[in-house]
């Protein structure tokens, strides 16, 4: 309730900022609403002014055409000027109306009616000229239309003659008055402008003076909570006061020293209970910790030790120098072959303690099957059946290569015509498996047989010794962590599968993409 009572008060610290804020935005609102208002009307004195010396120029540039198109139609050198010549006494006349409503001065007014007076008289002539001309076109018998218009015509040249000599000092009075006006412009200009800096100076003075002494209200109260709780720091916690602030000049501060008292308070009667039990949790999370640290050494380790037993990293540099030399002397198809070769041993040398895509996998599987089609010649056929859709997963690197060897040497490496080895891939959208298949249709193994070699597969110790299926089966079970399992089926005779299952989820790919 003490709360509710002063939540809402200009004496918390909450009102007193609303307040200095409020104000700092109405002087900030007013200030620039008034120097926004002057710019305007100084904007639209200089547009006034620009615009009555703009209409003068555009007054007589219209005339001079008049006089031009006037000229050339009384002469007979062209007689569609007519509604040209109406034209230009239409804008004359409307442009007249705008600068005799100027108020300049009372020898301007003189002088711009003068003007008016001899632009009526110039119209009535120009007209004149119009009419005869249009009489000589219905009758060319009467020749009195001729006089007629070179009276007029002399007359307007009169009058042109006149309103062009009237122009400087029409001129020179609105210049006169423009200059004026921006005298009386620069100096107001000066006034707002000094006025607006001492009203800037008095209220930052003001300002700061206020922010000065708000600033005080709230931070001397923090800055004793802020001493206490520093001693609360260093000090034991059964040991520490209560605070009690000897400054506090708002509610906010006393509720929150209530507020830290109580929490205090409730800290120090349950503080013995949690030590009680602190160290034996603290110990058990290390432990734990601990244990899980050694756990993944154990397991890259491991991973790492199972991989290095295929680096064929001795091989490599010796086939690049047998491929170069059978290329100088234009062996070119044991070249090809040694490049294949070493291209598969580069692979081991640069991947075999990474993981790599299994599009990585298959197409070094395809290199060594390529090698293989060219010992073997037509003895055995392989053949690709895959299933790209899972291919972006990461595997082990050299976890094919292994089951194609086996295939070959304990399968159907004997076989005369008619082997094959299949190596299909394909994804189980139901169980989110990607699975892994490698057939051949080779001897194939008794069901005693088999289990043996499920059951060697299975024992950690010959991984270390082999880099067959034990070797392939381990590491996918450490890279996985479990998940992955492989699985053998066998017909004697007539066919063998090895089988990989490898979780995994085509929304992956997904996700990746996207990112």
Request: aromatic share 10%; net charge negative; proline share 2%.
């Given at each position: ?5 002063w ?11 609303k307040?200095?804020?409020s104000?700092?935005l109405f ?16 904007e ?6 620009s ?14 055409e008049?006089?031009?198109d006037?000229?050339?139609y009384?002469?007979?050198a ?9 034209e230009?006494?239409?804008?004359l ?7 005799v409503?100027?108020e300049?001065?009372?020898?301007y ?20 000229i ?17 006089t ?35 005298d009386?412009?620069?100096a ?8 607006v800096?001492l009203i800037l100076?008095f209220?930052?003075i ?31 916690l ?6 009690h602030l000897?400054?506090?000049s708002?509610?906010e501060?006393?509720?929150?020293v ?27 999370h290390?432990?734990?910790v601990e ?26 540099n ?6 170069q ?6 062996a070119d198809?044991?070249s090809?072959?040694l ?19 299994l ?10 099957v390529?090698l293989?089609e060219?010992?073997f010649g ?7 059946d ?9 595997v ?13 040497t ?6 005369l015509?008619?082997a ?7 994804y ?26 499920c ?12 880099i067959?299926l ?5 590491r ?9 399992t ?10 063998t ?12 790919r ?6």
């Amino acid at each position: 309730m003490a709360y509710l009572q002063w939540k809402h008060s200009s004496d918390t610290t909450e009102g007193k900022l609303k307040k200095f804020f409020s104000q700092n935005l109405f002087f900030a609102f007013a200030l620039t609403s008034i120097t926004i208002l002057f710019c305007i009307a100084s904007e639209t004195r200089y547009e006034q002014s620009s615009r009555q010396q703009l209409e003068l120029n555009s007054f007589y540039l219209e005339f001079e055409e008049l006089q031009s198109d006037v000229h050339t139609y009384s002469s007979g050198a062209n007689d569609s000027l007519d509604l040209s010549i109406k034209e230009h006494l239409s804008k004359l006349n409307d442009s007249m109306a705008f600068l005799v409503n100027l108020e300049i001065s009372t020898i301007y007014q003189r002088d711009i009616q003068d003007v008016a007076l001899m632009l009526e008289n110039y119209t009535r002539c120009a007209e004149s000229i119009i009419v005869h001309r249009q009489h000589s076109f219905s009758d060319t018998d009467d020749s009195s239309w001729i006089t007629q218009i070179n009276q007029s015509y002399y007359e307007a040249q009169e009058i042109y003659h006149s309103i062009n000599a009237e122009f400087r000092g029409l001129y020179s009075q609105i210049l006169e008055f423009a200059r004026v006006m921006m005298d009386h412009q620069k100096a107001t200009h000066r006034v707002f402008i000094t006025t607006v800096i001492l009203i800037l100076i008095f209220m930052l003075i003001g300002e700061f003076a206020y922010s000065v002494m708000l600033s005080h209200i709230i931070t001397d109260p923090i800055r004793e909570l802020t001493s206490s709780i520093r001693d609360f720091s260093v000090q034991k916690l059964t040991e520490y006061q209560q605070v009690h602030l000897s400054s506090a000049s708002n509610p906010e501060m006393n509720v929150l020293v209530t507020v830290f008292n109580t929490m205090l308070q409730t800290i120090q009667e349950q503080f013995k209970q949690i030590r009680a039990n602190a160290d034996a949790t603290i110990k058990l999370h290390q432990k734990e910790v601990e244990n899980l640290q050694i756990t993944n050494l154990l397991r890259s380790s491991e991973l790492k030790a199972l991989q290095m037993q295929i680096n064929p990293h001795f091989l490599f540099n010796t086939l690049n120098m047998i491929s170069q030399t059978a290329y100088v002397e234009g062996a070119d198809k044991t070249s090809l072959l040694l490049d294949s070769t070493a291209a598969l041993l580069r692979y081991t040398l640069d991947f075999a303690s990474r993981a790599v895509p299994l599009s990585k996998e298959i197409e070094i599987l395809g290199i060594y099957v390529s090698l293989q089609e060219q010992r073997f010649g037509g003895r055995i056929r392989f053949t690709f059946d895959l299933d790209e859709s899972f291919h972006h997963i990461k595997v082990p690197s050299l976890i094919l290569q292994p089951l194609v060897e086996n295939a070959i040497t304990h399968g159907i490496g004997m076989y005369l015509k008619n082997a094959f080895v299949i190596i299909r891939t394909e994804y189980d959208d139901s169980r989110n498996l990607g699975i892994i298949r490698v057939i051949d249709n080779g001897i194939g193994m008794e069901k005693e047989q088999l289990e043996k070699v499920c059951a060697d597969m299975k024992e950690p110790s010959n991984a270390e010794q082999k880099i067959g299926l034990s070797n392939v089966y381990t590491r996918l079970h450490i890279f996985f962590y479990g998940k992955a399992t492989m699985e053998i089926r066998s017909v004697p005779n007539v066919e063998t599968e090895v089988t990989i299952f490898i979780p995994c989820s085509l929304s992956d790919r997904d996700s990746e993409v996207e990112q």
